[in-house]
């Protein structure tokens, strides 16, 4: 299996412009989650989904954060417009259904808005 | 919420050694469960060790193992026979087992293990 796969690997932008992240989730996997890590604040969960259906988007930081799934093997976050403070390290992750079916993360995109 | 804690911000052992990493969480939750992952520099996060709650005996995998202390709410990692592909930022987790939870990990701000030639 391929694992979870993300990209790009790296973004570098400007302050202003639209940042668009990409996941692909290991086949058969149920559940799709965003994290965000960064020194001060460590890894946040952003947003899950499950079969598709964004299920608690609570720790999205504000409304230019949207992320989309709109099939079981895609899934996008957008920032728009980006701010330097948004500069972090995004990782997607997958697990299946099982209650105890283990979390697998990907590489991650490093952002750094400028 | 459930909140955990790491209180060494950075650690360090001789290769060949054994280091052990400290994490305390807080939880009103009986049902549980917790993970080291360990992060190299090439960023990926891997799943080392998982403990569920309700069990008494300690987890183990290899090299690894932790000290699961339910009521002092404590779950260190031990690292015996330290190599220098242990170095890494390590992570402890927590997850709540309770049924129609959201499946969310809440983690700790990590321990930098560096292992010394």
């Known amino acids: 299996d391929a694992g979870v796969i993300q990209s790009p690997r790296h973004e570098v932008t400007e302050m202003g412009q639209e940042v668009t992240l990409r996941c692909k989730p290991i086949?058969?996997?149920?559940?799709l989650f965003w994290y965000r890590q960064t020194m001060m604040r460590g890894l946040e969960l952003l947003i899950y989904f499950n079969n598709n259906v964004p299920i608690d988007d609570s720790g999205m930081p504000e409304d230019r954060f949207s992320a989309k799934m709109p099939n079981a093997s895609f899934s996008t976050l957008k920032i728009q417009p980006s701010e330097p403070r948004d500069s972090a390290v995004y990782f997607c992750?997958?697990?299946?259904?099982?209650?105890?079916?283990?979390?697998?993360f990907g590489e991650g995109s490093r952002l750094t808005v400028l | 919420a459930q909140t955990v804690t790491q209180s060494q911000p950075e650690m360090s052992v001789q290769e060949a050694e054994t280091v052990t990493l400290s994490c305390t969480y807080d939880?009103?939750?009986?049902?549980?469960?917790l993970f080291w992952y360990k992060q190299p520099p090439s960023r990926q996060m891997i799943l080392v060790i998982r403990?569920?709650?309700?069990?008494?005996q300690n987890a183990t995998e290899n090299r690894f193992s932790v000290n699961f202390q339910k009521a002092a709410k404590s779950f260190s990692l031990k690292i015996s026979d330290s190599q220098l592909g242990d170095a890494a930022m390590y992570f402890c987790a927590y997850r709540s087992a309770k049924r129609g939870s959201n499946y969310k990990l809440t983690f700790g701000k990590g321990t930098l293990l560096t292992v010394n030639p």
């Open positions: 086949s058969g996997h149920d559940y």
């Open positions: 939880t009103s939750e009986s049902d549980y469960y």
């Open positions: 992750a997958s697990r299946t259904g099982s209650f105890t079916g283990e979390l697998f």
């Open positions: 403990q569920e709650a309700y069990k008494q």
